[in-house]
């Protein structure tokens, strides 16, 4: 058996009303994080300057983050059958690896800290949201 055959035996044994279930959860704690906890903080740390959001920059953009979530739950619907600890792991190296691209992004260890608390943080809790309903 190749290991695209084992890939895929793994994909078909994915719940998927549970993993459209964490998607939605995922997708909205995404949309409470960025815009009603840290939408304030996200724009100043970020230097993001707020224009006109038109209705087609809207709906590419969170098409987009849809797109990336669901390969996102995906990584931890597949990974969470073959061991809990590799998706706890590779959870883990996700949020290290999103910690290390902000590190030199920042002069100001107050920014670089909330910058870390609110990148990391959405990527650590979506990644606990998909493992822990794979795990249904």
Same mark, same amino acid.
């Given at each position: ?22 998607s ?12 009603l ?20 920059? /809207? ?9 990336? #979530?669901?390969?996102? +739950?995906l =990584? @931890? ?32 260890m107050?920014? /670089?800290f ?5 990148r990391?943080?959405y #990527?650590?809790?979506? +990644?606990? =949201? @998909? ?6």
């Amino acid at each position: 058996m190749s290991s695209c055959d084992i890939l895929f035996q793994y994909i078909a044994e994915i719940n998927w009303l549970w993993y459209a279930v964490a998607s939605v959860v995922s997708f909205a704690i995404g949309g409470i994080w960025y815009s009603l906890l840290f939408a304030k903080a996200w724009l100043r740390v970020f230097r993001i300057k707020m224009g006109t959001v038109t209705a087609v920059t /809207f709906i590419r953009t969170m098409s987009l983050q849809l797109a990336a #979530t669901l390969l996102y +739950g995906l =990584v @931890f619907f597949v990974l969470t059958k073959i061991s809990v600890c590799l998706a706890i792991l590779t959870l883990v190296g996700f949020c290290s690896w999103e910690k290390g691209n902000l590190n030199f992004d920042f002069s100001n260890m107050k920014d /670089f800290f909330m910058a870390v608390v609110i990148r990391v943080g959405y #990527t650590f809790v979506a +990644g606990i =949201v @998909f493992i822990l309903f794979a795990l249904i």
